[in-house]
């Protein structure tokens, strides 16, 4: 049986005084979630700030006619929740695991307490909420000026990048990416995503294998997403 995690597990936190860390022992509650299960309630009125111990989950709204739409996914040593506990505003989004998940929550006020009083841990929020918004404004300048298949090659992209490219220029993307979690994130269909995938690895640019997704050449995926955007 793996021993209870502590503070220290928390990368925000491993820097901390030992004081610090064994105060928020105290506070921090861990918990296990199901694939699939609802961790936040985008309606719910809680504030605390959440932090990712083991597993994957995901953060999604839902539009009027209940379709998702994926904004995120956080693995362990990332982190949640934390807009409702700095401006006491409602939730901004829903979060669900993706698989089993160890979370733990901590409270609101503690949390900005210990931001407060531990000025590198506020600079590590601030970076973390610098990276959502850059990560937004591309978004919404895919949404404007690329095509549905062209989102798609930038979502490819963006997930390339974030694997690691190679010395060789390729990258592989693993686990290999699901289509309807793909659509979910540029806003088109599973359908669309397939065929757009189907082609890019029939032009050579991408190919399957047992269990990832590798991008041969990830200059060609730059090129077919920014000349695109050189139009507008």
Not at 45 to 55: A, C, M, N, Q, S
Not at 89 to 105: D, G, Y
């Amino acid at each position: 049986m793996k021993p209870k995690p502590t503070a220290a597990d928390v990368p925000m936190f491993a820097a901390l005084p030992a004081e610090v860390r064994a105060g928020l022992d105290r506070l921090l509650v861990w918990r296990r979630f199901r694939a699939g299960e609802e961790i936040i309630d985008r309606q719910s009125e809680t504030r605390d700030v959440f932090f990712v111990g083991e597993g994957k989950v995901r953060v999604v709204l839902y539009s009027v006619s209940g379709r998702e739409i994926t904004l995120d996914d956080i693995g362990p040593g990332g982190h949640f929740g934390e807009l409702a506990a700095l401006d006491g505003e409602p939730r901004s989004a829903s979060v669900m695991a993706v698989e089993a998940s160890l979370v733990a929550s901590l409270g609101d006020e503690a949390f900005r307490r210990v931001a407060t009083e531990n000025p590198d841990m506020a600079l590590s929020v601030m970076r973390r909420l610098a990276a959502v918004v850059r990560t937004s404004s591309g978004r919404i300048l895919d949404l404007s000026t690329l095509g549905a298949n062209n989102r798609v090659h930038a979502e490819v992209l963006r997930l390339a990048r974030a694997a690691g490219v190679r010395p060789d220029g390729s990258a592989e993307i693993s686990p290999i990416p699901v289509h309807s979690d793909m659509a979910s994130r540029v806003s088109t269909t599973r359908e669309t995503v397939a065929r757009v995938m189907s082609d890019l690895a029939r032009q050579g640019v991408v190919k399957r294998e047992k269990s990832a997704l590798v991008v041969r050449d990830v200059s060609e995926l730059v090129l077919l997403v920014e000349n695109v955007r050189g139009d507008f």
